[in-house]
């Protein structure tokens, strides 16, 4: 079954820091980029951060330039979004999406999504 998965969401103070997985099944991220996007409620869903296939090549959106890290460990099968120095702002439900592809792509370009993680951040 060809899936992603998310985990790592949760509670967290204003300030705090997360770790966000996606892992992969049924397919190997070596030939995938990989995309983080998140929704708050009653916004639409937007792009975070990408990854290229071969790690090369990253994209952060402004508003989390300098906070958050993408990576991508293909031994692992696994991607991940380190976030730091959390805001409010930041409380939405985060998901991970892969296209196969060298470079990312825009939303909604991926061909598989995780059901998403939510993150909550407290002032």
């Known amino acids: 079954q060809l899936q992603l998965v998310e985990s790592g969401g949760g509670l967290v103070q204003f300030g705090g820091s997360l770790r966000l997985s996606c892992a992969a099944s049924?397919?190997?991220?070596?030939?995938?980029?990989i995309g983080w996007f998140r929704q708050a409620p009653g916004k639409e869903r937007e792009g975070v951060s990408c990854i290229g296939s071969s790690d090369t090549s990253t994209y952060y959106a402004d508003s989390v330039k300098g906070r958050f890290t993408i990576s991508k460990d293909n031994a692992k099968n696994t991607a991940y979004l380190q976030m730091n120095s959390l805001k409010p702002e930041d409380t939405a439900v985060y998901y991970c999406a892969a296209v196969r592809s060298s470079g990312c792509s825009p939303y909604p370009y991926y061909d598989y999504w995780g059901k998403g993680t939510l993150v909550t951040v407290s002032s």
């Open positions: 049924g397919f190997s991220l070596d030939y995938y980029a």
